[in-house]
């Protein structure tokens, strides 16, 4: 099945850009969606399709996809962005979703 | 206002039968899968399976297949997880999602999660 890569930990200092990779076989050819989960919440979808938003996410979170690696980009960052951000996309070969194995932001 | 709300947490023992739900409203319900993803205690998101209310199409991911069933009953606008014999590897939050189904399966609304504990 598709596996994803997400390294386990990323630090960023306030006001500075966060970026959070995710790697794939191939994963600039596939939809890649970020989520974002603080603490104690149920998750919520921050990037979708790569690059776009939903309604109400900051355009300080963004993202790109090519090659092997997905990148999701956070600018300015803030103490309220430090959670667990998970990667996810669809594997149409085994028709299942997979989800990276998360990446917890700090905020020092 | 899209919501999703899950039913409350459980506390079973191994080898009881569960199921739990999650009600969909403010949205066409028929339009959209309704996926369910496991959380064990300090770890990732695991991706279960999905369900379409419209003509309660299913997929498992592998590792689930067999361990769970997962139903709509579109008239009640409520989706289930069920399990016939829980095992304490089961106990973990479990999170229901409304997934786009335009092809791209991302979740843009999840339920507050059902904590599920199995315990002898």
């Known amino acids: 099945s598709y596996v994803l890569t997400q390294p386990p930990s990323v630090s960023v200092a306030p006001g500075q850009t966060a970026r959070i990779t995710c790697g794939g076989n191939?994963?600039?050819?596939?939809?890649v969606h970020w989520y974002q989960q603080r603490p104690g919440q149920a998750p919520v979808l921050v990037v979708y399709?790569?690059?776009d938003r939903p309604s109400g996410i900051p355009e300080r979170f963004s993202g790109s996809n090519s090659g092997n690696t997905a990148t999701l980009t956070i600018s300015r960052v803030e103490a309220g962005d430090e959670a667990d951000y998970y990667c996810?996309?669809?594997?149409?070969?085994?028709?299942?979703?997979?989800f990276g194995g998360g990446t917890k932001l700090t905020v020092l | 206002e899209v919501q999703l709300v899950q039913s409350g947490a459980e506390v079973k023992k191994p080898g009881e039968s569960l199921k739990i739900s999650c009600k969909g409203s403010g949205y066409s319900f028929d339009s959209y899968w309704i996926g369910w993803v496991r959380q064990t205690p300090g770890k990732g998101l695991e991706w279960m399976g999905i369900i379409y209310p419209g003509d309660s199409e299913t997929r498992y991911s592998p590792s689930f297949q067999g361990q769970v069933t997962i139903s709509v009953d579109k008239s009640t606008r409520i989706a289930y997880l069920r399990w016939s014999s829980l095992k304490a590897s089961d106990t973990a939050t479990y999170y229901c999602?409304?997934?786009?189904?335009?092809?791209?399966?991302?979740?843009?609304?999840w339920g507050q999660g059902t904590l599920v504990t199995v315990s002898s």
């Open positions: 999602a409304r997934i786009e189904a335009s092809g791209t399966y991302q979740g843009d609304f």
């Open positions: 996810q996309v669809w594997d149409s070969s085994s028709d299942q979703g997979v």
């Open positions: 191939n994963i600039g050819t596939k939809s």
């Open positions: 399709d790569n690059n």
